[in-house]
């Protein structure tokens, strides 16, 4: 059996499709009367001719030969040889044409042309030539063009010979020898490299003979060579691993290479033969190089793949290289820096974390310091993430961390300032020590947050951790400094009416007056002092103030909600009676003052319901204090945080679990290569041809159900079984593309001729070729196959029909129509994970949304869930815990996110919202609503139609 690398490849020809072909007469005309453009044109609708399934009559066979082949013109000579290729060479009963005598005379004498394209040309188009009778008088010829003066046409000749010895042995027996002799003379690169490449499929002993003659030159050889040799390497040692020790000095000699290419083979080879730790290293070394020196990110990625490959089975070798690592960090390219960091953040050790944490320090610094661009803010988010991580697996560099991205607080981008927050939140809450330089640090840059978001969390963290008297009147004064003079209308009011007095005298001394018209058609006038000092009074208002004028009373809400807290501690703090009242009055005195502003009318938005709400609450709660209270807004709030970070934490413990497992037990069943199937064969199978069958869409998939895993499982049947051609077809997704495996059977005993599949699509779905025609004998079958493109994640559809002539009979054409092939959303939609901002950011930012009504029969809401998820191939980013579970069972309703990722790179989200009425009984169904959405239509149409056909669960 051939492997792929030594399986024919053909000439692909595009079919204009331009209606009828001419007649012969036509076609004969053009060439021998024609002028050389003309006789092109022949020659191509010749070749389209036949590629169609036209048959080519014998005496214009002898038009192409007497008035074509004699032509001096090269592109005409081009257009005979794939002519020749592909147009039939023996009659019906199975001999050689007589017409063949003549061509093979005509490519003997253009074997021997002093051109040398043409010779190359012609030696090219022997090697697709398959027929013994053709290439036996041209075996002389073809030798002699090993001596030619000229590389292009012995590198040729040496192919030419390659494919003649590899499928007609007979014809040049002594090819093994003849090419060794070439080889030992040759000194061009790219002739050296097929004849060394034929010695290796053909005798394999004879090519390693020159290796080992030449090993010690080898690093001065081309690049093309040296990949060739490298290939030899590891085959020879993969089959015989005696012999690793002869040849893996070369190997790591090859990591030297000036090639990028030969150094990624040969590293990827020595990490195949040799486990040892020095053998790793000198790898992962040069994988590291490549990555740093190659400027194009597609090959960065490529690189950091097999170093994220080799962590998982060499990880305390690659820990020493952390640092070396860490230079990647200088590409510009965000996906190559998000990989590397990610990698980086799997190997670090408490050895080498101090020195990681530094450059991450220099690299936050970098981006603070550059221009404000979207990929800057992103990789300072990143980086904050890392460092966020890093100092909850090593407590020990958490002060040296939170100082630096204290300061990204007051940053202008709120991605990253809120990544900051969530490090804070849970360094103070886990590392009691911290707290004092954590909380000053915090009431040091309180003043410069810019925004609301990020000043409603800070705030939250002020009021949940001071706990000195000290600390809390500190708190107080920031809150008294960010809202201005109180009560906030009256003080309003004041500098309004001040400034009304100032900007009227200014108006009136200043001529400049624009005249405006408003929505009504009536005219106003306005001063660009007025405009000036409007804009000046915004800015120079406290942030906390700006934040209630511009209508964000949520803000106000939490801050009653930190008042709150500070109120019920300070007593704990401090004994006097008279400072307590006073610090109550005080936070009652902001409270209502937010309300007064809120109901005024002064705000741009008034104040909603829940706000007020809340801020009654607090102010009720301070008016009648009670130890239940107290308990609820100083133990219960951080409690629940705890239970958060708990909930956290064991998912990060089971990724890392799940990351570290143990590939191999020690009571394991001892595994045979001979007995293993060929999606289980792992190491032991040759890289070379695996890669090579992954690229064609050659392996399988590994699935625990065998019958999952069948190509019965995935059969459609597109015809009936009393239809005179039967059809059914096997759909096989290859990621990017759908592989229609068609078979057809004859149920007649007629003779089906001009036989056609012809299909069509619907959706984004695009068919590559159209399938040859072919005749069918009665009663027999055949396959056909049909590729289809995918270019998004949507629902599609084929459709199409088969039709055939019957000889003798009277009607037209016949035709079957076939079954539509529906083609799932799922096979392109695999489960991914985000986190909660991520996924708010994107729910924001996409625009296209499907609400489906939930329509079940099942009764549980986890139950409907995990239904979902399951025909989703979503994955769930709501934590639930079984405390959870039982708790949302009593109350009566559930939320949850759902994420996904197609391989096409599009995200999906999902918010599945399901209740059931209070005091219902067990057997009441589930309802609610599930809202879907996507960056496309498609997507979001699709998902939500597979969720309305998959809701109800089948017994």
């Not at 033969?273 to 053998?279: E, Y």
């Not at 590291?288 to 090959?299: A, G, P, R, T, W």
């Not at 909660?836 to 986890?862: G, L």
């Not at 059931?916 to 149409?941: E, F, Y």
Request: proline fraction near 4%.
């Amino acid at each position: 059996m051939t492997s792929l690398a030594e399986q024919s490849c053909y000439t692909l020809i595009a079919n204009p499709q331009e209606g009828d072909f001419p007649n012969d007469q036509d076609l004969k005309q053009m060439l021998e009367k024609g002028k050389v453009g003309d006789k092109k044109e022949a020659i191509k609708k010749l070749i389209h001719m036949v590629l169609g399934g036209e048959r080519v009559g014998a005496s214009l066979l002898m038009h192409v030969i007497r008035f074509a082949m004699p032509t001096k013109d090269h592109e005409l000579k081009k257009l005979l040889l794939i002519f020749w290729e592909v147009v039939p060479k023996y009659t019906p009963d199975g001999k050689m044409m007589h017409e063949y005598i003549l061509v093979c005379d005509a490519y003997r004498k253009d074997l021997q042309h002093p051109n040398e394209y043409i010779r190359g040309c012609t030696l090219r188009f022997l090697c697709k030539l398959k027929e013994p009778e053709l290439l036996e008088p041209l075996m002389p010829t073809i030798r002699a063009c090993l001596e030619h003066r000229h590389k292009y046409v012995r590198r040729n000749a040496v192919l030419a010979i390659f494919t003649i010895y590899r499928s007609h042995e007979i014809l040049i027996p002594d090819a093994p020898e003849l090419i060794a002799s070439f080889l030992e003379q040759e000194q061009d690169m790219s002739c050296k490299r097929n004849a060394f490449m034929m010695l290796i499929q053909a005798d394999q002993e004879r090519a390693l003979n020159y290796l080992s003659s030449c090993i010690d030159q080898v690093q001065s050889f081309g690049d093309i060579l040296q990949l060739v040799i490298v290939e030899l390497i590891y085959k020879v040692c993969h089959s015989n691993p005696s012999e690793r020790s002869r040849f893996i000095t070369c190997i790591y000699n090859l990591l030297q290479s000036s090639s990028p290419a030969v150094k990624y083979e040969a590293a990827g080879t020595l990490i195949t033969l040799s486990g040892a730790p020095s053998a790793v290293k000198a790898a992962a070394t040069c994988y590291i190089e490549l990555i740093v020196k190659e400027s194009d990110n597609n090959v960065k990625l490529i690189v950091l793949d097999r170093l994220v490959a080799m962590a998982e089975t060499h990880d305390k070798v690659l820990q020493e290289l952390v640092m070396d690592i860490m230079r990647v960090l200088s590409a510009t390219d965000l996906e190559v820096r998000k990989k590397t960091l990610d990698l980086t953040l799997d190997l670090v050790s408490s050895r080498n974390i101090d020195d990681m944490v530094l450059v991450l320090k220099k690299e936050v610094i970098k981006t603070n310091e550059a221009v404000e661009q979207d990929d800057a803010v992103k990789y300072r988010q990143l980086l904050v993430k890392t460092l966020h991580q890093c100092s909850v697996r090593f407590p020990d560099v958490a002060p040296s961390i939170i100082p630096v991205l204290m300061e990204f607080l007051s940053d202008s981008s709120e991605l990253a300032a809120r990544d900051v927050l969530v490090f804070v939140r849970e360094a103070v809450q886990r590392f009691e020590s911290l707290r004092p330089v954590v909380l000053s640090k915090m009431i040091e840059v309180f003043p410069t947050i810019k925004k609301v978001r990020i000043f409603r969390a800070a705030l939250w963290i002020l009021g949940e951790y001071c706990s000195t008297s000290e600390e809390i009147q500190n708190v107080m004064t920031l809150i008294r400094q960010s809202l201005g003079e109180i009560p906030i209308v009256e003080d309003e009011l004041r500098k309004a009416a001040g400034e009304e007095d100032s900007s009227e005298d200014a108006t009136m001394q200043s001529g400049t007056v624009q005249r405006m018209v408003t929505a009504d058609g009536t005219y106003v006038s306005q001063s660009a002092f007025t405009a000036v000092a409007r804009s000046k009074k915004d800015a120079s208002r406290p942030p906390l103030r700006g934040f209630l004028m511009a209508g964000d009373f949520f803000a106000g809400a939490a801050l009653s909600t930190v008042l709150t807290k500070l109120a019920m501690r300070f007593p704990l703090v401090n004994p006097s009676t008279s400072r307590q009242n006073s610090f109550r009055a005080e936070a009652m005195l902001i409270m209502s003052s937010m309300l007064h502003l809120g109901k005024s009318g002064l705000a741009d938005k008034p104040i909603n319901d829940d706000d007020v709400d809340r801020i009654a609450l607090c102010l009720n709660v301070l008016s009648e204090p009670s130890d239940l209270l107290l308990e609820v807004f100083n133990k219960l709030c951080r409690e629940s945080l705890d239970k958060m970070l708990l909930v956290k934490s064991a998912e990060e413990k089971q990724k890392t679990i799940t990351k570290k497992v143990v590939k191999v037990q020690a009571d394991d069943p001892i595994r045979f290569g001979q007995l293993a199937p060929k999606n289980e064969l792992g190491q032991t199978e040759d890289m070379f041809e695996l890669t090579l069958s992954q690229a064609l869409g050659g392996s399988e998939k590994k699935d625990t159900s065998s019958l999952a895993g069948s190509k019965l499982n995935k059969v459609t049947q597109l015809t009936g079984f009393s239809d005179p051609v039967y059809a059914e077809a096997y759909v096989h997704v290859n990621q990017y593309d759908i592989v229609l495996d068609v078979l057809i059977v004859n149920q007649t005993t007629d003779t089906l001729q001009n036989l056609t599949l012809e299909l069509a699509t619907l959706g984004d779905l695009k068919l590559v070729e159209k399938p040859m025609p072919m005749t069918l004998a009665g009663n027999d079958f055949c396959n056909i196959k049909a590729n289809v493109k995918v270019a998004s994640t949507e629902n599609g559809i084929i459709f199409g029909n088969i039709v055939y002539d019957v000889t003798g009979a009277a009607s037209d054409r016949m035709c079957v129509v076939l079954n539509d092939i529906h083609i799932d959303i799922m096979d392109y939609i695999l489960p991914a994970s985000c986190s909660d901002a991520e996924f708010r950011t994107m729910w924001s930012e996409f625009e296209w949304e499907n609400k489906v009504s939930v329509n079940t029969n099942i009764t549980d809401m986890y139950e409907y869930l995990q239904h979902i998820i399951k025909k989703t191939n979503m994955k769930s980013i709501t934590p639930f815990s079984e405390e959870d579970q039982s708790f949302n069972k009593k109350c009566g309703f559930l939320a949850a996110n759902l994420y996904a990722k197609s391989i096409f790179g599009e995200d999906a989200l999902a918010n599945v919202s399901v209740e059931k009425p209070l005091n219902s009984s067990d057997d009441t169904l589930v309802i609610g609503h599930i809202r879907i959405r996507a960056k496309s239509q498609g997507m979001a149409l699709s998902l939500g139609d597979k969720i309305n056909l998959s809701q109800k669960k089948t017994k």
